[in-house]
C-alpha cells in the first residue's frame, strides 16, 4: 500500500501489532524475515509491537532491526492502551529522514546513518576527534526534512 500510495514530504513507518507466532500463510518466521525485508526494501521502518508473553520476541525484534525500527513488548494484562500511546507519541513526529551525521576530522564512528529522526528522540554517535584537535573537527547533518534536503 505504501508503495502504490508514495506522498512526497511525508515520512512513511510500519508499524506491525501482533499477538504472537505466524499462524496462517507463510508460517516460517526465517522465510517471513526474507519477504520482509524483500518488500520493505530498507524504505521504510518497520516498528514490531509484541503483546502478551508467548509473542515471539526475538523474532519480532531480529525483523525491526533489519529494517531499521524498534522492537516493542505490550503487556496487555496491564495498562495496553497506555503502552500504546507511549510508543506511538515516539514515532508520532518525524522530524527528518536519511539522516546522515559528518564528521569531518572523527574517527572510529559508531553508526552515522540513520533512516528516521523524531521529535524528542535523541541520536548518538561516538567516536575520537582525530589528533585530538577541536580546531579541525567539523560536524555537519545532512537530512531530508519535509521534501528539501538540508544541511544543518
Ligand atoms: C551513509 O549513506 C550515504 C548515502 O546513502 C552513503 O554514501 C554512505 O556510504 C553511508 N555510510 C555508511 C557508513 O553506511
Ligand atoms: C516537538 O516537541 C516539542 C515538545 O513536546 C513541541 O513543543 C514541538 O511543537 C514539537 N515539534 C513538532 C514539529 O511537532
Redesign the pocket.
Known amino acids: 500500500m505504501l508503495n502504490q500510495n508514495p506522498r512526497d514530504g511525508s515520512a512513511s513507518i510500519l508499524i506491525l501489532l501482533t499477538d504472537g507466532d505466524p499462524t496462517t500463510g507463510e508460517t516460517n518466521p526465517v522465510k517471513i524475515q526474507k519477504n520482509v525485508m524483500r518488500a520493505i526494501n530498507k524504505k521504510y521502518p518497520l516498528y514490531c509491537l509484541g503483546f502478551g508473553h508467548d509473542v515471539n520476541f526475538e523474532f519480532l525484534e531480529k525483523m525491526s532491526l533489519e529494517n531499521s525500527g524498534v522492537a516493542r513488548r505490550i503487556y496487555d494484562d496491564t495498562d495496553a492502551d497506555r503502552q500504546l500511546k507511549g510508543f506511538y507519541a515516539e514515532v508520532a513526529t518525524p522530524l527528518l529522514t ?1 539522516v ?1 551525521l559528518i564528521y569531518e576530522g572523527g574517527a572510529n564512528l559508531t ?3 540513520f533512516s528516521h529522526y523524531y521529535n524528542g528522540s535523541e541520536i548518538v554517535v561516538a567516536g575520537q576527534i582525530t589528533d585530538n584537535n577541536i580546531e579541525t573537527f567539523s560536524p555537519r547533518v545532512v537530512a531530508i526534512s519535509g521534501n528539501k534536503r538540508g544541511i544543518f
Do not use: G, L, P
Request: aromatic residues 0%.
Open positions: 536519511n546522515m553508526q552515522t546513518n
